[in-house]
T-cell receptor, first 114, second 115 residues
Framework: ETGVTQTPRHLVMGMTNKKSLKCEQH?????MYWYKQSAKKPLELMFV???????ENNSVPSRFSPECPNSSHLFLHLHTLQPEDSALYLC?????????????FGPGTRLTVL | DQQVKQNSPSLSVQEGRISILNCDYT??????FLWYKKYPAEGPTFLIS?????DKNEDGRFTVFLNKSAKHLSLHIVPSQPGDSAVYFC??????????????FGQGTTLQVKP
């Protein structure tokens, strides 16, 4: 399955580092999403981009900075993270819109903050 | 406040029998429901969905039932196979003006199918 790809698959970083997560979708979708999955918790929506415009920011701390240069690519820039930010970060894409949208997920980036 | 709840963290079933995974929701505005399957070290994979205008949708071994009055949906897998062992998430989206297709997920149920 190569519909939604994410790199890197694993990332270990210190609290003072700056890194970026990359997501690419090959499904011709208009909407892209970042989710966070922490242990024992449901997937939490972080950001939504529709037609390259950020349409939702779920009260995410400013140390997470998304970027969507075009409808196929989505980045999550990370800086001065905390150990509690360690989690699985998942990217998804969909057609967008209300109601009947199905989202397709990438494999995720497992992030560890030391 | 959790709008989508999967109250059973785990379920164990014998191969060949039926697996029934349950999900409850609180938001009456939800009009589209999905089930995803997730293996370790992979992203969730879409399984099956149902619109609120239906009460049943079937795809091969997978059937989703929706009871709107009870705000409850269930996923039936029959016959269950060892390869079905994974974490299953239900998700829902609501009508609204934001037009973002936002999904709300449950906590997941770990299904183990024993040979």
């Amino acid at each position: 399955e190569t519909g939604v790809t994410q790199t890197p698959r694993h990332l270990v970083m210190g609290m003072t580092n700056k890194k970026s997560l990359k997501c690419e979708q090959h499904l011709g979708h208009n909407a892209m999403y970042w989710y966070k999955q922490s242990a024992k918790k449901p997937l939490e929506l972080m950001f939504v981009y529709s037609l390259e415009e950020r349409v939702e920011n779920n009260s995410v701390p400013s140390r997470f900075s998304p970027e969507c240069p075009n409808s196929s690519h989505l980045f999550l820039h990370l800086h001065t993270l905390q150990p509690e930010d360690s989690a699985l970060y998942l990217c998804a894409s969909g057609r967008g819109g209300v109601g009947t949208d199905t989202q397709y997920f990438g494999p995720g980036t497992r992030l560890t903050v030391l | 406040d959790q709008q989508v709840k999967q109250n059973s963290p785990s379920l164990s079933v014998q191969e060949g029998r039926i697996s029934i995974l349950n999900c409850d929701y609180t938001n009456s505005m939800f009009d589209y429901f999905l089930w995803y399957k997730k293996y370790p070290a992979e992203g969730p994979t879409f399984l099956i969905s149902i619109s609120s205008i239906k009460d049943k949708n079937e795809d091969g071994r997978f059937t989703v039932f929706l009871n709107k009055s009870a705000k409850h949906l269930s996923l039936h897998i029959v016959p269950s196979q060892p390869g079905d062992s994974a974490v299953y998430f239900c998700a829902a989206s609501a009508k609204g003006s934001s037009n973002t297709g936002k999904l709300i997920f449950g906590q997941g149920t770990t299904l183990q199918v024993k040979p």
